[in-house]
């Protein structure tokens, strides 16, 4: 497809997506207000912070479907919505467990119920405490959802039941995933780089990739095995994808990316480039400086041509590079037909394209 | 049915759930060994949270769908036992909210993990940090899993949508009312007795009673006007349960219902009893002890005679009694099968039973 086609049918597909967030919102909304006015202001705000996402996850299922032959665009944007509210589900939990208050510069769902809170005279405490309680009901509401649209996608009994097994898969994953995060944040030391590889493709990778991807596969009626190589695929796209995430983290345009690239070294974030660093006799440089919340923008700046002139960013590179070859390997196989081939190579082109 | 029989029947509805439930809990541990022991160790933690319960919300289930005819005890154990736990996602998640480490004398999922981490040598912060992040996940867990275990109750597809509409409005109504008692905690002031009602029938009663009853009977296959039935006297039921509940936290005793009769009081939780109390001109004489952290017991036993000279104990019990009236009235409508009004009676006997 021309450029101009391949934006059109991206468009197409985002504007399903959104109709039926829409309806379901619209349709929350008005049964929440017979409950009062507060009610219908949460689903609001849950609402306000799902609608600002990439619809990355449904464009997973979409590109699947379709190139596998699937007509049925309303049913694939059901399954691409359950998995977009998935999303906001466990973002909005990850956030209430992080204690922030802001994602990608706005304020979350926390972070809009401490803001009315303060702006009413509550103390600090009581504000974020209101912030965290609204967040961690709204994170609820959205989980169940997630698969109550599943439910509604019109599909028949045996690809439902498929359906629901795909989306548990990728809420346990993304559970243990959270879990050894959890673990990691209470750590005196750097974990390892393959601890971090596995912590990000249980916590993110999984339910972002591997299982759209399988989703859009099963709902086009695929073979097993064309299902089984997509997740492969989703699962090695999914690690480089983080890998990446975490590189652009540092060293991306705050243009581009739309987050800061002191955020995670101010906040020490465990990544693959940090870890790997962690092993170079360099780091002694800069071990102060990673984790330093007032670190300054010559600092940053420091760290991150150790953590060039170390090998950190190159090996980090590498890996993702490595990830991504894996990734097309799979999509080479026999069975794999062409047009899926033809859709999902740019995705892997996208992920690595980000790296420089 | 004889005493001895009614125990036995309780006593097989239970094994069944149990049943159920361990099969779930063994099954979803095994699937979490392959992500390591610490995932293990909270699929273990939620089993404890989940296995201490009274089982309640399933002996609702079997209660509706016995009388009605259901024969299928193993259906019925699959959908209390996703009511059990929808309760134990609630009430994990309500502990994360409340800050609560304790749930009946003993730790709850956040508390656990706190003090393993304390433990371990983790600061109070830390520790604290780390139990309620695992009780949000946990919770997480929980909730998806409610959902799935109706999916594999194998009722028929049609009962199957039904029963998870159920669920749905438990869970709609129980994050509206978790909404409106978040709000209440922010107030200065003590919310009016008809605020205080709806609150507690929308956290607690719709997901303990209505519900549950609900459920049981779509299981059975009933007729729409005896499912709505079930539904009204749940929903009053339910309320007078809360009432009376928010008695017994001030004027139970111990032994009977498992916790204290000093800890509503000393946090100042906004009951019926003490809303009415507010409105008596007696309150100024017990005011500056409502919600005293460290109230004595000679203390609490002054706000207990004032609670009764002032006639508000009275008028709780009257109000306790009167919803259980009007859901007895519901039982005596025509279409109520007389197995279906013999087995509910002693559900609301024993509700109104613990006041005195």
């Known amino acids: 497809m021309e450029g101009s086609d391949l934006l059109a049918v991206a468009q197409q597909r985002q504007a399903q997506v959104d109709g039926v967030l829409d309806r379901f919102f619209s349709l929350a909304k008005n049964r929440a207000s017979a409950f009062g006015q507060e009610y219908v202001e949460l689903w609001e705000v849950l609402e306000t912070n799902t609608v600002g996402g990439k619809r990355f996850r449904p464009r997973m299922v979409f590109t699947a479907y379709q190139a596998l032959g699937g007509e049925d665009l309303e049913a694939a944007a059901y399954v691409g919505a359950a998995f977009e509210l998935l999303h906001t589900a466990l973002i909005v939990h990850d956030d209430v467990i992080d204690h922030d208050f802001i994602r990608r510069g706005i304020p979350n769902v926390s972070g809009s119920y401490r803001d009315r809170a303060l702006a009413k005279g509550a103390s600090e405490r009581a504000a974020e405490h209101k912030g965290v309680s609204a967040a961690v009901i709204a994170g609820d509401l959205a989980l169940f959802n997630a698969y109550r649209l599943i439910d509604r996608s019109g599909v028949n009994d045996v690809t439902r039941i498929r359906l629901v097994e795909v ?29 971090i590889l596995t912590m990000e493709r249980l916590k993110t990778a999984v339910y972002s990739f591997e299982c759209p991807l399988q989703a859009g596969a099963i709902l086009a009626g695929a073979s097993e095995d064309v299902v089984a190589t997509l997740a492969d695929f ?93 990734a097309l390997a799979r999509l080479a196989e026999p069975h794999i037909p062409l047009a899926l081939r033809l859709e999902l190579h740019p995705v892997a082109d996208a992920v690595l394209g980000r790296v420089k």
Chains 1, 2 share one sequence.
Not at 172 to 194: C, K
Not at 295 to 315: M, P, Q, T, Y
């Open 167 to 195: 989306m548990d898969d990728a809420l346990f994953a993304s559970a243990a995933g959270e879990l050894i995060d959890m673990d990691f944040s209470h750590l005196v030391d750097m974990p390892r780089v393959d601890d």
């Open 234 to 326: 989703g699962r090695e796209i999914g690690v480089a994808y983080q890998i990446v995430d975490d590189l652009l983290g540092v060293f991306g345009k705050e243009a581009d990316t739309g987050k800061t690239t002191i955020g995670d070294l101010r906040e020490g974030k465990r990544t693959v480039l940090i870890s790997y660093a962690t092993s170079t006799r360099e780091w002694a440089e800069i071990e102060v400086l990673i984790g330093k919340p007032d670190l300054a923008e010559d600092e940053a700046e420091r760290v991150r041509e150790v953590l060039i002139s170390s090998g950190a960013r190159s090996f980090a590179e590498g890996l993702a590079r490595y990830y991504g070859n894996r």
